[in-house]
């Protein structure tokens, strides 16, 4: 055999080893998805399901960690503030059964007793209201001036993504979940860290929509691990039929 070709057999055990040992890895590191994956289905299902505990004091609002407190169950009282409403525009939910096809849901700043200010996202609109007056919005209604015991779950705000469309300030219609950045463009002052997601109480014409929320994540990882890990065979496979027919070949 040939120098170049020996270098050239060389070259191809030396790609099939590295591609082999990528493929399994990323098989590995999708079955290590996989676990995290169960583990939050389970955390975030026990959450949903605990039975609503006191609003964490003010002194702890920073302390709080979304991958430890998110969906927390909690119930307060408050009082929704008279203050444009803000509204982010949605095609469903991954975490609400009873929501389908595009909608809003509806955000609006409370009061609690102490004075703090808290985002309350108090539900889904089917109609995305771009179409009607700003006056008009039923959330509008929720603001009567007196306190009323929430119930719902903590949730933390989402950051724009390099294609999230930028927020219409015109009709105050904003595409991701964004609290502090409404709170600091529609003048509700300093907000709590967090935002609930509102269970109940559910408006006497049900608009909005608050509901409770349940775990509908994707687990995809096992069908991925498998992909991965039969693209390693296939590499080993295509190695072995090029080796045999060298072999052959030299026969």
Known sequence: MSPVA?????????????????????????????????????????????????????????KLDPARDEFRRVSFTATYVRAPDAMVYSAGSAVREDISGPGTWAFLPARLASGETIVINTGFVENTMQERELEDRAVAKLATGQPVTLTGYLRFPERAGLLTPAENRGKRLWFVRDHEAMASQLGWGNVAPFYID??????????????????????????????????????????????????????
């Open 198 to 251: 509102l269970e109940q109480p559910v408006p006497a014409n049900g608009v909005p929509k608050p509901g409770p929320l349940t775990v509908h994540l994707r687990d995809d990882h096992m069908q991925y691990a498998i992909t991965w890990f039969s693209l390693a065979v296939v590499v080993v496979i295509a190695f072995l039929m090029w080796l045999r027919s060298r072999r052959i070949g030299r026969a």
């Open 6 to 62: 020996r270098r050239g057999g060389a070259g191809f055990a030396l790609f099939t080893l590295v591609m082999v040992a990528v493929f399994i890895g990323l098989g590995v590191w999708q079955l290590q998805r996989r676990a995290e994956k169960h583990a939050l289905i389970a955390a975030l299902t026990e959450r949903l399901a605990a039975a609503p505990e006191s609003l964490p004091g003010v002194s702890q609002w920073l």
